[in-house]
T-cell receptor, first 113, second 115 residues
Framework: AQTVTQSQPEMSVQEAETVTLSCTYDTSESDYYLFWYKQPPSRQMILVIRQEAYKQQNATENRFSVNFQKAAKSFSLKISDSQLGDAAMYFCAYTGTASKLTFGTGTRLQVML | NAGVMQNPRHLVRRRGQEARLRCSPMKGHSHVYWYRQLPEEGLKFMVYLQKENIIDESGMPKERFSAEFPKEGPSILRIQQVVRGDSAAYFC?????????????FGEGSWLTVV
């Protein structure tokens, strides 16, 4: 079974600074996808970024980028120029041959003024 | 293009009552997923449905919980004889086609409180 591990229950960052959230996963599949979802206080699940395992290039979406290390099974999220609106729970997720998502336990990000 | 629509957003039930949560997928999406989020935890997969078929129910509790996605109308997650431990946020998600990596879009969730 696939597992997703987020070892940082909480992180904080100063506004305008950069923060990296960690995620590792375990799988025996070769074809899979990885995602980061953001859950603000409204509790809605918002897709931040996705990465195809077969692509070597790291995905980027504006201020959000990932560091995908396939051999190490690591998928960290970097948030640059942090803004107050980035404060939320961040969940790393995996999907493989089964269509369902497996989520990590989440990292709560605080953004300080 | 409306997103995934869930209702009710908030539901309060007494122990022993039934809870019905509804989900309308995004237009053009034929695959529906239900996830449960207990307080201070991540989302846990419950069930994956296509129209009139349950594809994967490996995350569904064996008793009291059922799900359907009829040919017409929304998907329904039904919880019979609710207990306090069923209090959680229930998220529905949809995707356009089956296959690894198709982005899954989430609704805003339904919060069930059992008193």
């Amino acid at each position: 079974a696939q597992t997703v591990t987020q070892s940082q229950p909480e992180m904080s960052v100063q506004e305008a600074e950069t923060v990296t959230l960690s995620c590792t996963y375990d799988t025996s599949e070769s074809d899979y996808y990885l995602f980061w979802y953001k859950q603000p206080p409204s509790r809605q699940m918002i897709l931040v970024i996705r990465q195809e395992a077969y692509k070597q290039q790291n995905a980027t979406e504006n201020r959000f980028s990932v560091n995908f290390q396939k051999a190490a099974k690591s998928f960290s999220l970097k948030i640059s120029d942090s803004q107050l609106g980035d404060a939320a729970m961040y969940f790393c997720a995996y999907t493989g041959t089964a269509s369902k998502l497996t989520f990590g336990t989440g990292t709560r990000l605080q953004v300080m003024l | 293009n409306a997103g995934v629509m869930q209702n009710p957003r908030h539901l309060v039930r007494r122990r022993g009552q039934e809870a019905r949560l509804r989900c309308s997928p995004m237009k053009g999406h034929s695959h529906v997923y239900w996830y449960r989020q207990l307080p201070e935890e991540g989302l846990k997969f419950m069930v994956y449905l296509q129209k009139e078929n349950i594809i994967d129910e490996s995350g569904m509790p064996k008793e009291r919980f059922s799900a359907e996605f009829p040919k017409e109308g929304p998907s329904i997650l039904r919880i019979q004889q609710v207990v306090r431990g069923d209090s959680a946020a229930y998220f529905c998600a949809s995707s356009p086609v089956v296959g690894s990596g198709n982005t899954i879009y989430f609704g805003e969730g339904s919060w069930l409180t059992v008193v």
